[in-house]
């Protein structure tokens, strides 16, 4: 069974940094792209980055870029996204997700408040 | 960027209704459109993807079609369980990009 667990979220000052982790499981993890995608509050689906099997290519929105570092390990079949310089706008529900985006994890909740 | 543009953003049907929710694009994706249901408090699911194909599990009630740059999620006789928001995506190209939602209630 494909599973994908966030973890890593919580409350965070603006212009702090926070790392999210997503295990991912019943899969071969190194042989998909993965991706994050966030939803704030009462607002849409919003594409963060994205990552190839083997990591060697990002790619990200004009909004994180040089702020937000997404990165695997394949060894570990995880997925990271690490976030510098956090701003209120960035506060939401942030989903890993298979290429494809066929599997999502179930979300982990990031607040940037002072 | 490629624009996704979604209609409606709130549809409210009766049970038993055909319901079809769309997105525009501007710029040709070919058949990269992906179709997704998200209930509240929970994760997507993704319904249609390659613009047409239905999804491992997806009722056959629910299909994809395309017009041109025109992409229709269509619920043919509509359920209970089928009150959701529903969102597209683009894939084609970096940024994907996502319609702005259509919430999809009973009336």
């Known amino acids: 069974e494909v599973q994908l667990v966030e973890s890593g979220g919580g409350l965070v000052q603006p212009g702090r940094s926070l790392k999210l982790s997503c295990a991912a499981s019943g899969f071969t993890f190194s042989n998909y792209y993965m991706a994050w995608v966030r939803q704030a509050p009462t607002k849409g689906l919003e594409w963060v980055a994205s990552i190839t099997n083997s990591g060697g290519s990002t790619y990200y929105r004009d909004s994180v870029k040089g702020r937000f570092t997404i990165s695997r390990d394949n060894a570990k079949s995880t997925l990271y996204l690490q976030m510098d310089s956090l701003r209120s706008e960035d506060t939401a529900t942030y989903y890993c997700t298979r290429a494809g985006f066929d599997y999502w994890g179930q979300g982990v909740m990031v607040t940037v408040s002072s | 960027d490629i624009q996704m543009t979604q209609s409606p953003s709130s549809l409210s049907a009766s049970l038993g209704d055909r319901v079809t929710i769309t997105c525009r694009a501007s710029q040709d994706i070919g058949n990269y459109l992906t179709w997704f249901q998200q209930k509240p408090g929970k994760s997507p699911r993704r319904m249609i993807y390659?613009?047409?194909n239905l999804a491992a599990g997806v009722p056959s009630r629910f299909s994809g079609s395309r017009s041109g740059s025109d992409y229709s999620l269509t619920i043919s006789s509509l359920e209970s369980e089928d009150v959701a928001d529903y969102h597209c995506?683009?894939?084609?190209?970096?940024?994907?990009?996502f319609g702005s939602g259509t919430k999809l209630e009973i009336k």
């Open positions: 390659g613009a047409t």
């Open positions: 995506l683009q894939s084609i190209q970096y940024p994907l990009t």
